[in-house]
């Protein structure tokens, strides 16, 4: 999985999140867990959760960006904690999960978690067309009056003329005009001073000694 997040995440590189990317996204998903469930050899099981795991970046940025986008800025730092205290919930459940059918003498002891792995991916495929979609998508793709009108209706009660709202539109298309001048880099500048070297080496161990802490395999022991 690990591996897939990373081919995902420098196939995303540059891409504003949208709700077509949390579709696609739910999509793979839910396909990699029909092929963990039907794997019948070790390596079938490999390239799914690899396939698994092609979807993490893009979930993970696309909904947590939308979720910052839509909710009030009031109401902004509680939405967003409650995505990322989320895991914790699914990880609850998939340790009770796994807890309870490890009994199970038969490959049903592992394909009955896999096959759940769909559930969650179902239910966000099918309530993802009730979600507006993200004013920054919207503004990068010249649809200027709908991110306009989706910003009035969530953050100004649908009040066209909050000085909030035309503040707010103002500083989307400045920074996205800043942001889109920046992505024509190539990701080759990445490595070519030694600053920038050095940069992407303290973020790129930054990410890998997160996860050799010990933190996930603690909290995953103490469920």
């Given at each position: 999985?690990?591996?897939?997040?990373?081919?995902?995440?420098?196939?995303?590189?540059?891409?504003?999140?949208?709700r077509k990317n949390c579709t696609i996204t739910v999509q793979r998903r839910s396909g990699a867990s029909r092929k963990l469930i039907n794997s019948v050899a070790v390596g079938q099981y490999i390239v799914a959760r690899l396939i698994l795991g092609f979807g993490i970046p893009t979930c993970i940025v696309s909904a947590s960006s939308l979720i910052g986008e839509l909710s009030y800025p009031k109401e902004?730092?509680?939405?967003?904690?409650?995505?990322?205290?989320?895991?914790?919930v699914g990880q609850l459940l998939a340790a009770g999960i796994t807890f309870g059918t490890n009994n199970i003498m038969s490959n049903y002891a592992w394909r009955i978690p896999s096959w759940?792995?769909?559930?969650p991916s179902l239910v966000q495929l099918t309530f993802i067309f009730f979600v507006p979609e993200s004013p920054r998508w919207l503004i990068t793709k010249k649809r200027h009056e709908e991110a306009f009108e989706i910003l009035a209706k969530y953050h100004a009660e649908g009040?066209?003329?909050?000085?909030?709202?035309?503040?707010?539109?103002?500083?989307?298309?400045?920074?996205?005009?800043?942001?889109l001048e920046h992505s024509k880099k190539s990701m080759v500048d990445l490595v070519r001073t030694s600053g920038n070297r050095r940069r992407l080496l303290i973020s790129t161990m930054l990410g890998l000694f997160t996860q050799w802490s010990g933190n996930t395999r603690m909290s995953t022991i103490a469920c």
């Amino acid at each position: 999985m690990v591996i897939g997040a990373l081919i995902q995440g420098l196939s995303v590189h540059g891409k504003q999140p949208s709700r077509k990317n949390c579709t696609i996204t739910v999509q793979r998903r839910s396909g990699a867990s029909r092929k963990l469930i039907n794997s019948v050899a070790v390596g079938q099981y490999i390239v799914a959760r690899l396939i698994l795991g092609f979807g993490i970046p893009t979930c993970i940025v696309s909904a947590s960006s939308l979720i910052g986008e839509l909710s009030y800025p009031k109401e902004r730092p509680v939405l967003t904690s409650l995505f990322n205290v989320s895991y914790f919930v699914g990880q609850l459940l998939a340790a009770g999960i796994t807890f309870g059918t490890n009994n199970i003498m038969s490959n049903y002891a592992w394909r009955i978690p896999s096959w759940l792995q769909m559930v969650p991916s179902l239910v966000q495929l099918t309530f993802i067309f009730f979600v507006p979609e993200s004013p920054r998508w919207l503004i990068t793709k010249k649809r200027h009056e709908e991110a306009f009108e989706i910003l009035a209706k969530y953050h100004a009660e649908g009040d066209r003329e909050s000085p909030f709202v035309k503040a707010e539109f103002a500083q989307l298309q400045t920074t996205i005009s800043i942001e889109l001048e920046h992505s024509k880099k190539s990701m080759v500048d990445l490595v070519r001073t030694s600053g920038n070297r050095r940069r992407l080496l303290i973020s790129t161990m930054l990410g890998l000694f997160t996860q050799w802490s010990g933190n996930t395999r603690m909290s995953t022991i103490a469920c």
